[in-house]
């Protein structure tokens, strides 16, 4: 069974560039997440995926990030304009619809770096 | 809100010996799930051992046993027979009704030869 993708691994950008991150979920996952992981930190949730659907989005900084999940498969995060304490990994993570174990399975992330 | 500590921000043991990492947690929830992750230096997030708040055994895979006490709010984790490999930062996450994750902070975990 294929793990969770994401892409890029790295990215480097400059300040109020734009960034988009991209994750691919464990085949039949209808639940997506993403987190944020700064430097040193525990993940943070930014956004909850039913399907393709949003469960919770509290903790997303709506201003400059915004993330879809069309069609319920595929997930695109964006951050627009970038800052630089934007800087950290960002993980994306499925589970199946119903999960009586809470489990989730992470991607090996993305890090970004804002100069 | 749910919250998780991990009081130890780094550790180290020697290779073949026993350590064990703490986390205490608070919620009001009376069902939920408690999860040690490891990340390697690679960046993915492994899971090593899941304990479910309703059993009162506590879970053991392998190497890895967790000492957990529902009333305390603790969840450790002991690694016995420490490798190498083990090396990396550890996570306790508590998983609750939403089916949300609420992370610690971690603790790096480092074997020396």
């Known amino acids: 069974e294929a793990g969770v993708a994401q892409s890029p691994r790295y990215k480097i950008i400059e300040k109020r560039q734009s960034v988009a991150f991209w994750c691919n979920p464990i085949s039949g996952h209808a639940t997506l997440y993403w987190y944020q992981q700064i430097l040193g930190q525990g993940p943070k949730l930014l956004i909850q995926?039913?399907?393709?659907?949003?469960?919770?989005d509290s903790q997303l900084p709506k201003d400059r990030f915004s993330a879809e999940r069309l069609k319920g498969v595929d997930s695109t995060l964006k951050i627009q304009p970038a800052k630089l304490e934007d800087s950290a990994v960002y993980l994306c993570a499925s589970s199946p619809a119903v999960s009586t174990t809470y489990e989730q399975y992470f991607g090996p992330g993305t890090r970004l770096t804002v100069t | 809100a749910q919250t998780v500590t991990q009081s130890q921000p780094e550790m180290s043991v020697q290779e073949a010996e026993t350590v064990t990492l703490s986390c205490t947690y608070d919620t009001s929830e009376n069902n939920y799930y408690l999860f040690w992750y490891k990340q390697p230096p690679s960046r993915q997030m492994i899971l090593v051992i899941r304990q479910e708040a309703y059993k009162q055994q506590n879970a053991t895979e392998n190497r890895f046993s967790v000492n957990f006490q529902k009333a305390a709010k603790s969840f450790s984790l002991k690694i016995s027979d420490s490798q190498l490999g083990d090396t990396a930062m550890y996570f306790c996450a508590f998983g609750g009704s939403n089916y949300k994750l609420t992370f610690g902070k971690g603790t790096l975990l480092t074997v020396n030869p």
């Open positions: 995926f039913q399907n393709n659907g949003v469960v919770d």
